[in-house]
């Protein structure tokens, strides 16, 4: 997976970050020849960055015996791709999706996998899973998991006598001790952390960006409180800002520019290769009495085209990949990049994410993960960003800023949910 899908995905409660290159990729695959028996099933993959992914899947589908397996690895703007496709009988039967989203849904354009996901249901990683159910249907079935957390240098905090910060205000604290002519104590991204925290800090406060009885979550001056602490980051000149690379990158926490950095689960090989054990892992810290850690996390999913004309044979296809084979779940997550199987049970057991960092890792994305919410809409998240940004680079009054993004994401909610 490239990083700006990376980022995209993990808009799920991180924000969305500024965009990076995509790789160079390759057009249509078949997964199997024209010896198999059945129906043909056509299959969309959006390009990952990592080599072999694209054989992998092509090995998938040439391993189901029920079914001719058309996979296509699609480069370029997926997306848009699949959103266009999805409105004709073109298109694919089943489908990788960041979601799907709640217009896909109410649009009728996937299908209810309800009954596929039912006999593991419990077995996914409950966060991830959320956003893919709406009116307690199933309309996705996760992959693989993606996730952010906190980067910290332990020589570096060794040596300056400090723990590893629980709490926002011990985050702030540090931050500032740990910053040094040389090098600053946090790294959020080159934007002072506008694009990625995104809700991460109201989860740490205790709260959502919309609750589960489809309310504003935020509506609560803790989260003026919190979003004030972030403010104060900025203040102090704690953070590193005008990096070489942007936060999805770990290449200033490698180089020492930073003693902590916000990033994401796939630069742990890196960071593991060139520190060794100097490092260790942290969700966002908690804030105030009833907060909690907080870990945003994100899944692509395997969805059915509702125009496809083999709908029974794609959803009986999408189950056997992605609820019946966990050997091909493990190998997706695990052998091409660095990601965290979707099931809870292949998490638990697979020997790559058995000790140090990344156990913490599975341990923070099953205790503390959430995900953007499907009524989180484009609007809501633009409203949220803006005011964001105005609250730590401007200086901006949060009380007054956040009141202002309230009244729009109710706004929002009665909306959707009318449709």
């Known amino acids: 997976m490239t990083e700006i899908d990376r980022r ?6 991180g924000g969305v970050a500024l965009a990076a290159a995509l790789t160079a990729g390759c057009g249509s695959n078949t997964g199997r020849g024209d010896g198999g028996s059945g129906p043909g099933i056509s299959q969309w993959y959006h390009q ?9 899947v092509q090995r998938y589908a040439a391993a189901y015996k029920k ?3 058309t996979v296509q690895w699609r480069p370029g703007d997926y997306d848009r791709q699949t959103a266009a496709a999805l409105l004709t009988d073109s298109g694919p039967d089943v489908f990788e999706v960041n979601g799907p989203s709640l217009e896909q849904i109410q649009g009728g354009q996937v299908v209810d996998l309800t009954a596929e996901v039912a006999p593991v249901k419990h077995d996914f990683n409950q966060a991830v899973l959320a956003p893919k159910i709406w009116r307690d249907k199933i309309w996705g079935i996760p992959q693989t998991v993606d996730m952010q957390l906190l980067y910290y240098r332990k020589s570096a905090l060794l040596e300056a006598g400090l723990q590893p910060p629980g709490t926002l205000d011990e985050l702030v604290d540090t931050a500032k001790k740990l910053t040094t002519k040389k090098t600053k104590g946090l790294f959020l991204g080159n934007d002072g952390g506008v694009g990625m ?15 589960a009885d489809q309310k504003v979550g935020f509506d609560d001056p803790a989260a003026a409180r919190t979003l004030a602490k972030i403010r104060q980051l900025y203040v102090d000149k ?3 800002l005008g990096a070489p690379t942007d936060w999805s990158d770990p290449a200033a926490f490698i180089q020492g520019l930073t003693a902590m950095q916000w990033s994401g689960l796939w630069a742990l090989p890196q960071i593991q290769k060139a520190l060794g054990n100097d490092f ?3 969700p966002f810290p908690m804030d105030g009495p009833g907060g909690k850690p907080a870990v945003p ?6 969805a059915v085209s509702a125009r496809s004309k083999r709908t029974t044979e794609a959803k009986a296809f999408a189950k056997w990949l992605w609820v019946e084979r966990t050997d091909f779940q493990q190998d997706f997550a695990l052998s091409y990049g660095f990601h965290i199987p979707a099931r809870i049970s292949l998490a638990k057991h697979a020997q790559q994410l058995q000790t140090g960092a990344p156990a913490d890792a599975v341990r923070f994305a099953t205790e503390y993960g959430h995900a953007e919410p499907l009524l989180w809409t484009n609007a809501s998240r633009t409203a949220y960003q803006d005011a964001l940004s105005r609250i730590i680079k401007d200086g901006a009054n949060p ?18 949910r009318k449709k």
């Open 197 to 211: 925290l995104g809700g991460t800090p109201l989860y740490a406060a205790g709260l959502s960006l919309i609750t």
């Open 238 to 240: 704690s953070l590193l």
């Open 8 to 13: 995209r995905l993990l808009a799920a409660g």
């Open 48 to 56: 990952y960055g990592e080599p072999g992914t694209e054989r992998a």
């Open 297 to 302: 996390v994100g899944a692509y999913g395997s």
């Open 67 to 69: 079914a001719n397996v």
């Open 399 to 416: 009380e007054s800023e956040l009141r202002s993004v309230v009244r729009r994401v109710n706004a929002e909610i009665q909306r959707v």
């Open 280 to 282: 260790g892992v942290l």
